[in-house]
Nanobody
Framework: QVQLVESGGGLVQPGGSLRLSCTASGTILNINDMAWYRQAPGKQREEVASITNAGRTNYADSVKGRFTISRDNAKLTVWLQMNSLEPEDTAVYFC?????????????????WGQGTQVTVSS
């Protein structure tokens, strides 16, 4: 079975930095788009940043210049470097990936979510 496992969340003071990682496991044949989303209490889940297989990136206006998304296709991993963190960045951060994988004898192409990692920015 395939899964995405995130790590790197935690408590940080305003102005601080965190680096989130998300690694896919299972019989993965290819990963197309990967993205980070976040969901704050009482708010809808929103896309923070995305990256294509070729490395083309896109960012939400609220994080441009502060966050950087990157990936290593060989390691099946995507990272989110978050700098100059603000209290408004507090949320659960989720990884999303377009996975191509074998499910027994069946070739599947599906988006999968990670379990989420909490980021809290507070003094």
């Amino acid at each position: 079975q395939v899964q995405l496992v995130e790590s790197g969340g935690g408590l940080v003071q305003p102005g601080g930095s965190l680096r989130l990682s998300c690694t896919a496991s299972g019989t993965i044949l290819n990963i197309n788009d990967m993205a980070w989303y976040r969901q704050a209490p009482g708010k809808q889940r929103e896309e923070v940043a995305s990256i294509t297989n070729a490395g083309r990136t896109n960012y939400a206006d609220s994080v441009k210049g502060r966050f950087t998304i990157s990936r290593d296709n060989a390691k099946l991993t995507v990272w989110l470097q978050m700098n100059s963190l603000e209290p408004e960045d507090t949320a659960v951060y989720f990884c999303l990936a377009d996975l191509h994988y074998m499910d027994g004898d069946i070739y599947r192409i599906r988006y999968h979510w990670g379990q989420g990692t909490q980021v809290t920015v507070s003094s």
